[in-house]
Nanobody, 128 residues
Framework: QVQLVESGGGLVQDGGSLRLDCAAS????????VGWFRQAPGKEREFVAH??????????YYRDSVKGRFTIARDNAKNTVYLQMNSLNSEDTAVYSC???????????????????WGQGTQVTVSS
């Protein structure tokens, strides 16, 4: 069982930055594949970013709209995955959740059904 807790959300001005943290329980969390997803009111949950587990090189993936603005990284010693978000705009407003799983194929990292564990989510609001 893996417990995930997000933090770092809040209100930020257009063009500003936030760093979201996903803290996890479990001594083997570094081996988990971890993704960030977001969901705005009335919209489907969408993939944001993903980082592969330590054993699979820590490769990162991003949706096109956040490439060059968002960075996903992990600190294995702290069992934490980060999402650094820069140049935020109103389209980034959503509840952001981290999720973890094992054994997923690379082509499916953007599919929420491939993840087993989910955090509670943290609200990010970008004011225009």
């Amino acid at each position: 069982q893996v417990q995930l807790v997000e933090s770092g959300g809040g209100l930020v001005q257009d063009g500003g930055s936030l760093r979201l943290d996903c803290a996890a329980s479990g001594r083997t969390f570094s081996n988990y594949d971890v993704g960030w997803f977001r969901q705005a009111p009335g919209k489907e949950r969408e993939f944001v970013a993903h980082i592969r587990g330590r054993g699979r090189g820590g490769t990162t993936y991003y949706r096109d709209s956040v490439k060059g603005r968002f960075t996903i990284a992990r600190d294995n010693a702290k069992n934490t995955v980060y999402l650094q978000m820069n140049s935020l705009n109103s389209e980034d407003t959503a509840v952001y959740s981290c999720a973890a799983g094992t054994g997923m194929i690379v082509s499916s990292v953007g599919n929420p059904s491939q993840y087993t564990y989910w955090g509670q989510g943290t609200q990010v609001t970008v004011s225009s």
